[in-house]
T-cell receptor
Framework: DSGVTQTPKHLITATGQRVTLRCSPR?????VYWYQQSLDQGLQFLIQ???????AKGNILERFSAQQFPDLHSELNLSSLELGDSALYFC??????????????FGPGTRLLVL | AQTVTQSQPEMSVQEAETVTLSCTYD???????LFWYKQPPSRQMILVIR??????QNATENRFSVNFQKAAKSFSLKISDSQLGDAAMYFC?????????FGTGTRLQVFP
């Protein structure tokens, strides 16, 4: 158990809908990262937050947005969902010491299926 | 742009034997980190080992070790005394700055 929690574990929805994925980082961790793992795109970095502020952006679509709240939990919002958004969405956290070798601890993921 | 390549989609090894998973990367950076992550059937991503590019000494963690060849931009993972629990997807990853870039993964099967 990494200490990172993600809810829900599974989500089934329809095209055009909007969903929110939630992540609680390890106690004391300031940085939260979101990743998407799909069959055709592999594992891709989406976005990072550090202590409530956006720190880095990866291959995140404009239909997707995220935020980190004062209690450090984070939410990833996916809107106007398409079939291709079906994937496993991971959240990871790190202490936030701002050094690239810092270990990221991954949550168990949320499996999203868009029908 | 940085890229990470894992040319072996699947590998297999007999229990107690040794297996090496390959990874190459492309970067113009001089300061970066390399990682191997394991993803078992549970889908949880678990850090196996980490290597700092400025360190010449290869990282080791118990039965896991790497062969880091900076000039060749190669970062292979050696698993010694393979165990059934080592069966998983293994991802090589590169990090410089804020982004973590993953390879496409190698599925390792371990046979008794």
């Amino acid at each position: 158990d990494s200490g990172v929690t993600q809810t829900p574990k599974h989500l089934i929805t329809a095209t055009g809908q909007r969903v929110t994925l939630r992540c609680s980082p390890r106690s004391g961790d300031l940085s939260v990262y979101w990743y998407q793992q799909s069959l055709d795109q592999g594992l891709q970095f989406l976005i990072q937050y550090y202590n409530g502020e956006e720190r880095a952006k990866g291959n995140i679509l404009e239909r997707f947005s995220a935020q980190q709240f004062p209690d450090l939990h984070s939410e990833l919002n996916l809107s106007s969902l398409e079939l291709g958004d079906s994937a496993l969405y991971f959240c990871a956290s790190s202490a936030g010491q701002d050094y690239p070798g810092e270990t990221q601890y991954f949550g168990p993921g949320t499996r999203l299926l868009v029908l | 742009a940085q890229t990470v390549t894992q040319s072996q989609p699947e590998m297999s090894v007999q229990e107690a034997e040794t297996v090496t998973l390959s990874c190459t990367y492309d970067t113009s950076e001089s300061d970066y980190y390399l990682f191997w992550y394991k993803q078992p059937p549970s889908r949880q991503m678990i850090l196996v080992i980490r290597q700092e590019a400025y360190k010449q000494q290869n990282a080791t963690e118990n039965r896991f070790s790497v062969n880091f060849q900076k000039a060749a931009k190669s970062f292979s993972l050696k698993i010694s005394d393979s165990q059934l629990g080592d069966a998983a997807m293994y991802f090589c990853a590169y990090r410089s700055g804020d982004k973590l870039i993953f390879g496409t993964g190698t599925r390792l099967q371990v046979f008794p």
